[in-house]
């Protein structure tokens, strides 16, 4: 289960926009919607990248 915590970032009207721009700036990501739980989120994606040597999960409320 993944709690979000952090502030919220800026709005994005398609998650496909954020995940071209990954790719390419060469940024492989993957996508973990299917594995995780979001506590206070009806709807989510959620997304996996490495950065550095630690793993940096993204989740995206659907409205």
């Known amino acids: 289960m993944l709690i979000p915590t952090g502030v919220e970032g800026s709005l994005i009207p398609h998650i496909q926009d954020w995940v071209t721009a990954q790719l390419k700036a060469k940024k492989p990501v993957k996508d973990i919607s299917n594995q995780v739980l979001v506590k206070g989120i009806k709807q989510w994606a959620a997304f996996e990248a490495k950065s550095g040597s630690s793993k940096v999960r993204t ?5």
């Open 59 to 63: 989740v995206f409320k659907i409205t």
